[in-house]
């Protein structure tokens, strides 16, 4: 009978298991080690951070080249989960602006990931970005 209690046990916990990976590997999470191709005929960026916003933090955007690009939207989703403190992501939109795609150009995408009140930098990330006219 104890033996039967466990192997259910085991069943939900990999079962569990098997549900939250699946759910984490639908969220594919920019990598600022790869540079981001931007053509003419797409010219959107979407930058996709692990985030957390019960922790105070959040991603703020410090730099970028305006006469390139142009920022689109910005919003956080947090996971479905019934977790409390569960983190999500935020999902950062750009749109290359015409002129980036006069010559191919290379330029850079900076974010903060830092809570507002503090006066120490947090954590910073640059992606670069690559246009082509093709």
């Known amino acids: 009978m104890e033996t039967n209690k466990i192997k259910i046990l085991l069943c939900g916990l990999f079962l569990s298991l098997f549900i939250i990976s699946n759910a984490m590997a639908a969220i594919k999470i920019t990598d600022p080690n790869k540079p981001i191709m931007v053509n003419k005929s797409n010219p959107i960026i979407t930058i996709t951070v692990q985030s957390n916003r019960t922790t105070g933090f959040m991603w703020f955007l410090t730099n970028y080249d305006s006469e390139l690009i142009q920022p689109m939207a910005h919003?956080?989703?947090a996971k479905k989960t019934k977790l409390v403190g569960a983190g999500g992501y935020e999902i950062w939109t750009f749109k290359v602006?015409?002129?980036g795609?006069?010559?191919?150009?290379i330029s850079n995408i900076t974010l903060q990931y830092n809570r507002p009140w503090e006066m120490q930098p947090g954590k910073s990330v640059s992606y670069k970005i690559v246009t082509a006219d093709s």
């Open 97 to 99: 602006k015409k002129t």
């Open 75 to 77: 919003k956080y989703v």
């Open 101 to 105: 795609f006069v010559a191919p150009q």
